[in-house]
């Protein structure tokens, strides 16, 4: 471990890699950011948003070596209480979404991007990683198989809008053309960042949650739509889809960085659901983005990439498809199974290989605030000293 300012060189030269975990508020973040293609996922600011939502701490790993630059937003957690682990045992996710893991100028160093993180991640007390890897932003297969688990999903759904805004409509399924035009002729219509019905969209999002039985993870706080707002400023908007007599039929958010256009979260009125409005709005979305010269707009999957009716509804808008990975890292062999066997001891073993890190699983006898809740306070306390140093490797 050297001092900041210390970054040792070999013989040659060439300076060594230098690698750390980054706050949340470490200008290199946004700065690296700001030269490299990414997405809103990658923000410091989202990660701070889901982190609070979370009771996690937001933080990045960040490393250089030569030119080659590498970045992956990660939440730490601390364990389930539960597993009565010490308090130096954490594990790290990535945050909601498609963060992945930021390269430049190439993915030529990315399997000694990821032997520092393993290095460093087990110096203090990482035990897995769980990360979500973006489908736009696809990785070389070999290093990442080389230090963990390559989980492949299913496909998510995109548009390329470098394509005339004819061929983007013919490409559109004959079903949701249909209706859309159907939508219009009766006279629902759009409204673009009109913030006065915020709340009616995060009401009307989670009527919408419970009406299609969705899991608890998605009905995130009402404190996490109006920071996502405030961190994220002129990147988020507000597409609401009205009835004639200006009722909220539908509506979502879109995130634009970089020339990405995200449809992030959305809802539909119970009452407007047979006319199935959220096509107006999915419609509305990428037509715009076109014009704010976006080149991509990205609306993911199913339900846990599956190849639900969620994605057969986006899919009636594109027959681009790109494939969502998730990436797991069992960084403590040790540690990690000593965590799944006190697990299977409380009886929180999955039943499926599907669910990591294991000892994260949770049956429904059990209380769910014994297994999986963190505390601010306690993250706070114990993982800062995870943020000081720099390692050169």
Not at 129 to 148: D, M
Not at 180 to 203: C, M, N, P, T
């Amino acid at each position: 471990m050297h001092p900041p300012s210390v970054v040792p060189s070999y013989g040659d030269g060439a300076p060594r890699m230098i690698a750390q975990f980054i706050d949340h508020r470490d200008a290199r973040w946004k700065e690296f950011l700001q030269r490299t293609p990414h997405d809103f996922y990658d923000l410091p600011e989202y990660a701070e948003v889901v982190a609070a939502e979370a009771g996690a701490m937001p933080v990045a790993f960040y490393a250089k070596h030569g030119s080659a630059t590498c970045l992956i937003p990660l939440l730490i957690r601390t364990i389930p209480a539960g597993l009565n682990a010490p308090q130096d045992w954490y594990d790290c996710v990535s945050p909601y979404g498609y963060p992945g893991i930021v390269l430049s100028p190439s993915q030529e160093a990315l399997s000694s991007f990821l032997d520092a993180f393993c290095h460093i991640a087990r110096k203090y007390g990482i035990v897995t990683a769980f990360l979500r890897l973006h489908p736009l932003f696809p990785l070389a297969q070999g290093p990442l198989e080389k230090y963990g688990q390559l989980i492949q999903h299913g496909p998510t759904v995109s548009i390329n809008l470098a394509e005339s805004k004819e061929h983007i409509w013919e490409q559109v399924s004959t079903n949701h053309q249909r209706d859309i035009k159907k939508l219009i002729r009766l006279g629902f219509h759009s409204a673009l960042d009109d913030w006065s019905r915020f709340q009616e969209f995060i009401v009307l999002y989670y009527a919408n949650m419970k009406r299609v039985g969705a899991k608890e993870e998605y009905f995130f706080s009402p404190d996490y739509f109006e920071n996502l707002r405030a961190k994220l400023g002129s990147q988020i908007h507000l597409v609401c889809v009205l009835t004639a007599t200006n009722e909220l039929a539908a509506a979502g958010l879109m995130i634009v960085t970089k020339g990405i256009a995200q449809h992030h979260l959305g809802a539909t009125a119970a009452q407007y659901q047979r006319r199935s409005p959220s096509k107006l709005v999915v419609d509305v979305m990428w037509r715009w983005a076109q014009e704010q010269s976006c080149h991509t707009f990205h609306f993911g999957g199913g339900v846990g990439a599956s190849e639900d009716s969620l994605f057969q509804f986006k899919a009636g808008f594109s027959p681009m498809r790109n494939q969502f990975y998730s990436y797991r890292i069992v960084v403590d062999d040790a540690k990690h199974a000593a965590l799944n066997q006190a697990a299977k001891e409380l009886r929180c073993v999955p039943t499926s290989s599907d669910f990591f890190p294991e000892y994260r699983h949770l049956q429904e006898q059990h209380d769910p605030g014994l297994i999986l809740r963190c505390s601010n306070d306690r993250i706070a306390r114990h993982a800062e000293h995870i943020l000081t140093p720099i390692w050169t490797l």
